[in-house]
């Protein structure tokens, strides 16, 4: 993962709008409120199942990294649990979102608040299911996790 480039896709979006409706932006998907950013996506494991423990590893490493650089900018974060926010969008709670979909795809996520930028900025690791490719998210939204 090149954290640079990384980083600087972060910081556009954290200095950028916030879209008013849903759509496909460069970055990744957006919606009222918040954008989801794929930073990083894996080749998927239809082929190669004996992969997905090593790039699961990596994903979660490159998360940890980009999770250093960011952490000297705005301090230490949460850690947030998507495991709730599942199970009570199961339940057919009306979640907000970026945060009811995320749930279903990635665990937890590595969650800040800076002060003067009044938006929550998060990583997550996501897979939607056990073939597929994995995906380092950023998630830059105005929306309080639930």
Do not use: K, N
């Not at 954290?3 to 979006?13: H, M, N, S």
């Not at 759509?23 to 989801?36: E, S």
């Not at 900025?121 to 939607?128: E, K, N, R, T, Y």
């Amino acid at each position: 993962m090149d954290i640079a480039q990384a980083l600087a896709v972060i910081d556009r979006l954290c200095s950028g709008p916030l879209p008013a409706e849903h759509a496909r932006t460069d970055a990744g998907t957006a919606g009222p409120g918040y954008v989801i950013a794929e930073l990083q996506t894996s080749e998927d494991f239809r082929e190669d199942g004996a992969r997905w423990e090593e790039v699961y590893e990596q994903y979660e490493c490159d998360r940890e990294a980009l999770a250093q650089r960011l952490t000297e900018r705005w301090g230490p974060p949460q850690v947030f649990s998507l495991y709730s926010v599942l199970e009570r969008s199961l339940e057919g709670e009306d979640l907000p979102e970026p945060w009811a979909s995320l749930s279903g795809h990635v665990t937890d996520v590595t969650l800040w608040r800076p002060e003067d930028m009044g938006r929550w900025i998060s990583l997550g690791v996501s897979q939607w299911d056990r073939e597929l490719p994995f995906q380092l998210l950023a998630v830059v939204t105005d929306l309080a996790p639930p």
